[in-house]
């Protein structure tokens, strides 16, 4: 959480074209300059000089525990096609009743300014004034000290009061500051042309702490190369203002080019953000050559009443459709068909809670072989809560031409989650968690994961998203669905043993048939029938797990399952109760009950 300039959402700039409204009245106001034509893509130029022009890049007025700060940043452009000194003015600023503070241009601020270039001007001053004041005019003013008494002269005055940032002690918001969520957005004063606009906001646990991400998409919509500004977002919840991580430190966008941004903001556990400020840093350096540097709001974007409002869906799902990908997501291959083919959930009496199963078949339509797309998944709750996926632990590394494979995940939730009205989410994931799924797809190279865990914080971009419907549990006990496969139990027979240490063991007997779907493929890391045997107290025996590729696989027709339960009681009835069964990336077991045999 922030802990030195602090800003909340009292004011931001206006845009250009609000700006450019006032430029009558001002033009006709008796003894002041009149401003230079601006355009609507610029903030509006005054005439200082015959060779110097302005423009209001900042203004603050923010309490500290020193008083009040007033700053002003503004850019000086020389319109001459010779050097022009920066005059000696005075400026000061003037608040709405009439007080004038003058403001101290940073150390080492530049003397000259070259033809048809421009410079930045940062001025600053702190003031005693524990009530705070309310700016109207930035002024500049000749003083001629050669004369008696000295002769001040307003050379320009310009009115700041719409273009003012505030501390937080006020919650004044003007409305032209604030945008809508996935309201596209320009920032005209900082003479870019680059358009905003914010596409997503997720969430990540990571112990007690909590990271929203804000993806934002950047649009070029100029003929020419633009770089990113160096723009920042705050987080807002109540009073408690959140800094930001962006994790592209760098970014340069081609003539219509677009791409996303990531912001990682760390809060608490709970904290749910109601707004976010889009800011920048300014920077001045007092008479001691000590560096100041403080923010300044320029949009404030208001988030829908749950975070997870903000998240753009396709629609429902239905299963088996292809998902609708980003187009600027960099990882699943144009020629890879993404789909959901099973989502499951049910209860653990044992441990509390629900457990969700999704399974996603991965389709390669090219010729040659293509890499499974380590993808991260969220399923998000009715009631606004993120609940994130665990993908299982292994993968294969490709997926052959014209074949599928399957790639599971599993999600806990508590136990009153009911299902209804649930979203799916899938991420392209970036830093130590692309790392991770490297390692899970099998990646060996160094240079891959290397490139997977690159510099910055670890944050994740949206593929896509939708409604979905949990699946209902199949009535036949006697065909188990686990995709691609279709399980149909003939018969079966649950019959003890007595052993030669004089102890009771168990053995199951039963007979399959098994069908797999055309062209998808399952290997060693397929999940596995973990059969659960219990006495009659409902005690846990043993269990056994089975798999249906490699050694000691389940196959079609008879099959037996030993359980050493080396007890010298016979117990009956006994139950088993048969689960499909995957090891997640955690190293956790996630299960979903398919049958139970009761004898």
């Known amino acids: 959480m922030k802990s030195q300039w602090k800003t909340t959402v009292s004011s931001v700039f206006l845009s250009a074209a609000l700006l450019a409204s006032a430029v009558p009245a001002l033009a006709a106001e008796p003894g002041k300059p009149a401003p230079a034509q601006a355009s609507a893509s610029a ?107 000295k002769k001040e002269t307003l050379q320009l005055s310009v009115p700041v009061s719409d273009l003012v940032w505030n ?19 320009t920032i005209p004063s ?14 990540d646990t990571i112990g007690t702490k909590t990271n929203s991400v804000v993806q934002v998409l950047v649009t070029n919509p100029s003929t020419k190369r633009q770089t990113l500004p160096n723009i920042a977002l705050e987080g807002k919840s109540g009073l408690q203002t959140y800094d930001s991580n962006r994790a592209e430190t760098s970014l340069a966008l081609e003539p219509g080019e677009k791409k996303y941004i990531h912001f990682v903001i760390p809060t608490e556990l709970n904290t749910e953000l109601e707004a976010l400020n889009v800011v920048t840093a300014e920077k001045y350096i007092d008479a001691q050559e000590k560096p100041v540097t403080y923010n300044v709001g320029r949009v404030h974007i208001m988030l829908p009443a749950k975070q997870t409002d903000a998240l753009p869906i396709h629609g429902a799902y239905a299963f088996g459709d292809a998902m609708k990908m980003d ?20 209860q653990n009496d ?70 209804e009205g649930l979203k799916l989410a899938l991420y392209e994931t970036h830093g130590a968690s692309a790392a991770a799924g490297a390692q899970a797809s099998g990646a060996k190279s160094q240079e891959a994961q290397a490139s997977a865990a690159e510099a910055g914080a670890s944050y994740k971009s949206l593929l896509t998203a939708y409604s979905v419907k949990l699946q209902p549990q199949p009535e036949s006990k006697d065909e188990l669905k686990l995709y691609p496969l279709t399980v149909k139990v003939n018969n079966w027979e649950i019959s003890a043993m007595f052993n030669q240490q004089q102890n009771y063991n168990y053995r199951l007997k039963f007979s ?27 005690t846990l025996i043993n269990s056994v797990k089975s798999p249906f590729v490699g050694e000691n696989k389940l196959q079609k027709g008879s099959n037996t399952i030993n359980f050493s339960a080396d007890t010298m009681q016979l117990s009956y009835p006994v139950m088993i109760k048969v689960y499909e ?19």
């Open 167 to 185: 501390g937080t002690e006020t919650s004044e918001i003007p409305s032209a500051s604030v945008k809508k969520w996935g309201e596209a957005f």
């Open 581 to 599: 069964s995957f090891v997640n990336d955690k190293g956790e077991t996630a299960k979903r009950l398919l049958t139970t045999f009761k004898q």
């Open 512 to 538: 399959l048939d098994i069908e797999q779907e055309k062209d998808v493929l399952i290997d060693r890391t397929f999940s596995q029938l973990q059969f659960d045997l219990y006495d009659s107290g409902g």
């Open 327 to 346: 187009p600027l997501n960099q990882l699943v291959h144009p020629n890879m068909d993404v789909s959901l083919v099973e989502l499951h959930m049910q």
């Open 43 to 149: 903030p509006t130029a005054y005439k200082l000089t015959n060779d110097l022009q302005v423009e209001m890049k900042s203004i603050l007025n923010e309490k500290t525990a020193d008083g009040t700060r007033l700053g002003a940043v503004v850019r000086m452009k020389n319109t001459s096609s010779k050097v022009v000194r920066v005059p000696e003015y005075e400026v000061r600023m003037k608040t709405k009743d009439g007080v004038e503070f003058r403001l101290q241009a940073s150390l080492g601020s530049p003397r000259s300014i070259q033809p048809k270039s421009q410079v930045e001007l940062s001025y600053l001053a702190t003031v005693d004034s524990g009530e705070g004041v309310e700016l109207s005019e930035l002024r500049w003013i000749d003083i001629d000290v050669y004369v008696y008494p």
């Open 350 to 419: 044992e441990d509390g809670f629900n457990t969700a199963i999704a399974k996603f078949k991965l389709t390669n339509k090219s010729g040659g072989p293509l890499n499974v797309p380590a993808f991260a998944t969220d399923l998000v709750s009715s009631d606004g809560y993120t609940y994130n996926g665990n993908r299982q632990g292994t993968t294969t590394l490709r997926v052959l031409p014209n074949a599928s494979y399957v790639v599971t995940y599993s999600y806990i939730l508590p136990a009153s989650e009911t299902g």
């Open 190 to 203: 900082l003479q870019t042309p680059l358009e905003f606009k914010t596409t997503n906001i997720s969430r």
